[in-house]
């Protein structure tokens, strides 16, 4: 059970800033295209990030 909430409460947070990410570029993309696009660009890379270290982490567990 202690395992599952782990894990859980890691994946959340490795996932906030690049869902912040995402909703900044998704309102600021009619004003500032590019801005909005390298803000997409990271998100993505924040998300795969994300997931490659927590997973390493959790499968150490």
Do not use: D
Request: contains cysteine; proline residues 3%; hydrophobic residues 55%.
């Amino acid at each position: 059970m202690e395992l599952v909430l782990v894990t859980i409460i890691a994946l959340i947070i490795s996932h906030i800033p690049a869902i912040i990410m995402f909703i900044v570029g998704k309102n600021i993309s009619l004003r500032k295209p590019k801005t909005s696009k390298i803000l997409y660009i990271l998100a993505t890379t924040y998300t795969i990030i994300g997931l490659g270290i927590c997973g390493t982490i959790l499968t150490n567990l």
